[in-house]
């Protein structure tokens, strides 16, 4: 019995985006470079390049890595797999070929589709996997190219059969391997049951509406930019203008000139939009939503984003991609009494911030983040004893510390990896951060442990500093964290760098800082 009318009451990612196209039709989705793309052209794109894959020889639930920056391309070969029910693996396209090939073997990749400037690094890769399939995010004189199946009437015309009959809303759609910031890369399975709920979760929590023009900078394999925007805004009907990459006087030029209304980036992205000297030249107005995420905002910067960009509202996203990814959302309406914190649980999230022996701990007091969410990933693919720890008790553990008040607000104090043992002593290192970052002469910070011989751990400070800091700025500093934290949080040491790593989504890669630095100890500085 359960199976009559299973088809009627399914629902995929295809059957949203069919759903869309029957809606929105010729209406603008999707612009990139001088491509255009409605929303009816997309999905029968999405049709021709599920039956050119199947009809390559791969079979439902196979895994299909992509490889390469943002474009349309990108955007379609997703579309294409959900709609023929293979399994989308986004890979970072700053991965060396080693990289890469781990990915390929964990997940057991059947097909890998290259943007081809990336070439070289994916031949080198995938060299154990005989029977892998290549082809290529662009147009080509190859069978394989995803332009030219969007395009070539003989993988379907408007009116053909349905592709994909017998994808389930339970089936796997998408490996969202996590940074490997803290250890190998963990493939988190979503299937489209889950990924649409949170869809759902985003439409209400960030006011998505049709006539929003939305510019998608930040890589499309990031679940941030994939979907908590560029998707849910797509099968709402919003407009997309997608670039490759978040380059500053492009983006605030688009911005103006295409009157976008809607722009996600995370902080480090924001930091350096309000220091490019185009910033104050631009007429920005349009800005109806911004959005930041992915990583801890300062409260400094946030500041004076909504400063500068007054007639803007502000949304503060939190999550994972474990949550596809959306967790929690400070609200335009929230900032003013609560800058610092990341809002509450959106509308199919449970969230809690508990102690080691999953007690909630009281109000202002420290815990980890634990979520219940239909949102949630089915586990790490392959990796039985990692799920096992991240589902243990019942919740999915983030790893995040955080903070609840008594209204249940989050205030995310730091990564569990990234809190300093100073003497005995734990220092978030956001608050050192927080304090660092009020001084005028400081761009960016990071604050990590170095080897400290008397405290085992000493707090450091990795400055990049403005262009008109004074020369002696090193003992300036000091004195503004003296004056401004307790002298265990006081940094031991300053260090003064060009910039600071990040990876290609724009979150700081302090793993990189900690190794960099391991060798060294503290100073007198401090």
């Given at each position: 019995m ?9 629902n ?26 409605s ?71 059947s ?8 070439q ?34 003989r ?11 017998r ?57 941030a ?23 500053p ?31 104050g ?24 984003l ?33 800058p ?18 999953m ?88 604050v ?15 400055v ?27 940094p ?5 760098a060009?910039?600071?790593p ?20 503290s100073?007198?500085?401090?």
């Open positions: 359960a199976e009559i009318g299973a088809r009627a009451r399914r995929t990612i295809g059957d949203a985006m069919r759903r869309a196209a029957g809606r929105f039709r010729d209406r603008p989705a999707l612009q990139f470079g001088e491509r255009a793309w929303f009816a052209r997309l999905d029968l794109a999405a049709d021709r390049i599920a039956r050119m894959l199947l009809d390559s020889g791969l079979e439902p639930g196979q895994r299909v890595v992509a490889f390469g920056r943002n474009s349309d391309a990108y955007l379609l070969l997703w579309l294409g797999c959900a709609r023929a029910g293979l399994v989308h693996v986004p890979a970072n396209y700053a991965l060396t070929a080693p990289e890469l090939d781990y990915i390929l073997r964990q997940c057991g990749a097909a890998l589709f290259v943007q081809p400037a990336l070289a690094v994916a031949e080198a890769a995938g060299t154990e996997l005989p029977g892998l399939l290549r082809g290529t995010l662009d147009t080509g004189d190859g069978r394989h190219d995803i332009l030219s199946a969007a395009g070539d009437p993988w379907g015309q408007p009116g053909d059969p349905e592709v994909g009959e994808v389930r809303d339970e089936d796997l759609v998408q490996l969202q391997y996590t940074s490997g910031t803290t250890g190998q890369p963990k493939g988190a399975m979503m299937t489209h049951r889950a990924i649409l709920t949170e869809y759902a979760s985003v439409t209400v929590e960030l006011e998505m509406r049709r006539d929003d023009r939305a510019l998608a900078a930040l890589p499309l394999y990031h679940t930019q994939m979907h908590c925007f560029t998707m849910p805004q797509m099968l709402n009907g919003a407009f997309t203008l997608l670039i490759e990459a978040p380059n006087a492009l983006v605030l030029e688009l911005i103006e000139r295409e009157r976008i209304t809607s722009f996600f980036a995370p902080p480090t992205v924001w930091i350096t939009l309000l220091q490019h000297p185009d910033f030249r631009r007429d920005l107005s349009a800005l109806r939503n911004i959005y930041y995420g992915a990583s801890i905002m300062p409260v400094p910067v946030l500041q004076e909504r400063q500068r960009l007054s007639g803007a509202r502000p949304f503060n996203c939190y999550g994972q991609s474990e949550i596809a990814p959306l967790a929690t959302v400070l609200r335009p309406e929230e900032h003013e009494a609560r610092g914190s990341v809002g509450r649980a959106v509308l199919n999230v449970e969230t809690r911030v508990v102690d080691p022996e007690r909630d701990v009281a109000p202002g007091e420290r815990g980890e983040v634990v979520h219940r969410s239909p949102q949630l990933c089915l586990g790490y693919w392959n990796m039985p004893e990692e799920t096992a720890r991240a589902f243990e008790g019942g919740w999915f553990h983030s790893g995040d510390v955080a903070t609840i008040d008594a209204e249940g607000y989050l205030a995310i104090v730091d990564r569990t990896k990234d809190l300093i043992n100073t003497g005995g002593v734990l220092v978030a290192s956001r608050e050192v951060e927080e304090a660092l970052f009020t001084h005028p002469s400081v761009a960016e910070v990071a990590i442990a170095v080897p400290d011989p008397k405290w085992i751990e000493a707090v450091a400070a990795v990049v500093l403005r262009p008109e800091a004074p020369a002696d700025v090193e003992a300036a500093l000091l004195a503004h964290a003296r004056a401004n934290l307790a002298p265990y949080k006081v031991k040491r300053i260090i003064l060009e910039t600071l990040k990876n290609t989504a724009g979150k700081l890669l302090k793993r990189e800082l900690r190794q960099l630095y391991a060798g060294t100890e100073g007198a500085l401090g």
